[in-house]
T-cell receptor, first 113, second 112 residues
Framework: KAGVTQTPRYLIKTRGQQVTLSCSPISGHRSVSWYQQTPGQGLQFLFEYFSETQRNKGNFPGRFSGRQFSNSRSEMNVSTLELGDSALYLC????????????FGNGTRLTVT | QKEVEQNSGPLSVPEGAIASLNCTYSDRGSQSFFWYRQYSGKSPELIMFIYSNGDKEDGRFTAQLNKASQYVSLLIRDSQPSDSATYLCAVNGGDTGNQFYFGTGTSLTVIP
C-alpha cells in the first residue's frame, strides 16, 4: 500500500507570497492532518480534515488554511508568507476512528526568504 | 493548553544496552499515546501506540503507560546503532477526531 504522498518536497518563496502544499493520504484513510515542524517549537498541529470538513484546528493565524477533497486528498495554503513560516510541513493520514495512529508523509520543506 | 514533556537528552547508551525514554502529559483525559521515531532529515515514523495502563511489547520495544501518574515510557532493548534517532512522544488530545500533541523529542545515540 502506498504511503502518504506530499508535493512538492522543497519550496523557496519570498515574503508576502502565498504557497499551496498538497497531500494524498494512504488509501482508505479519510482523516488528514497537517503539522508544522521547526527546531524551536517542534511539531505543532495546524488542522485536521475529515469528510471535506475541518474537524480540529490548532492555534495558527488565519493565513494558514486548508481544504479536503471528496477523494480525501488535502491541500494547505499559507498566504502572505513571513520569514517565520520557514519550516517542515508534514501531512499525516489516519483511519476515521478516534485514537488511530497518524502516518506521516515525507514533508514539504518551505523556505521563506 | 495540553502539554507533553520529554527530556530532550541527548541520551547515549552503548550498543546492546536498554534505552529508556520518558514522557509526561498534562491532560488527564487523554486516551491514546504514541511513540514516533524521527531520523535526521526524515519524517516521523510510528513505532508503537498504547491505550491501556500497563506494558505493551513489540519486538525490542516496550511501551509503558501509567495514567494515574500521567506517564508514558518507551524501552528499547538490545539497542542498535540504527536506533540512533529522535524519539517523539505524542498524545491525542482531540475531543473529536485527531489533534495530536507532541513532545519536543529525546535524541538517542547508540554507541557501537
Amino acid at each position: 500500500k502506498a504511503g502518504v504522498t506530499q508535493t512538492p518536497r522543497y519550496l523557496i518563496k519570498t515574503r508576502g507570497q502565498q504557497v499551496t502544499l498538497s497531500c494524498s493520504p494512504i488509501s482508505g484513510h479519510r482523516s488528514v492532518s497537517w503539522y508544522q515542524q521547526t527546531p524551536g517549537q517542534g511539531l505543532q498541529f495546524l488542522f485536521e480534515y475529515f469528510s471535506e470538513t475541518q474537524r480540529n484546528k490548532g492555534n495558527f493565524p488565519g493565513r494558514f488554511s486548508g481544504r479536503q477533497f471528496s477523494n480525501s486528498r488535502s491541500e494547505m495554503n499559507v498566504s502572505t508568507l513571513e520569514l517565520g513560516d520557514s519550516a517542515l510541513y508534514l501531512c499525516a493520514s489516519s483511519l476515521v476512528q478516534k485514537n488511530s495512529p497518524l502516518h506521516f508523509g515525507n514533508g514539504t520543506r518551505l523556505t521563506v526568504t | 493548553q495540553k502539554e507533553v514533556e520529554q527530556n530532550s537528552g541527548p541520551l547515549s547508551v552503548p550498543e546492546g544496552a536498554i534505552a529508556s525514554l520518558n514522557c509526561t502529559y498534562s491532560d488527564r483525559g487523554s486516551q491514546s499515546f504514541f511513540w514516533y521515531r524521527q531520523y535526521s532529515g526524515k519524517s516521523p515514523e510510528l513505532i508503537m501506540f498504547i491505550y491501556s495502563n500497563g506494558d505493551k511489547e513489540d519486538g525490542r520495544f516496550t511501551a509503558q503507560l501509567n495514567k494515574a501518574s500521567q506517564y508514558v515510557s518507551l524501552l528499547i532493548r538490545d539497542s542498535q546503532p540504527s536506533d540512533s534517532a529522535t524519539y517523539l512522544c505524542a498524545v491525542n488530545g482531540g475531543d473529536t477526531g485527531n489533534q495530536f500533541y507532541f513532545g519536543t523529542g529525546t535524541s538517542l545515540t547508540v554507541i557501537p
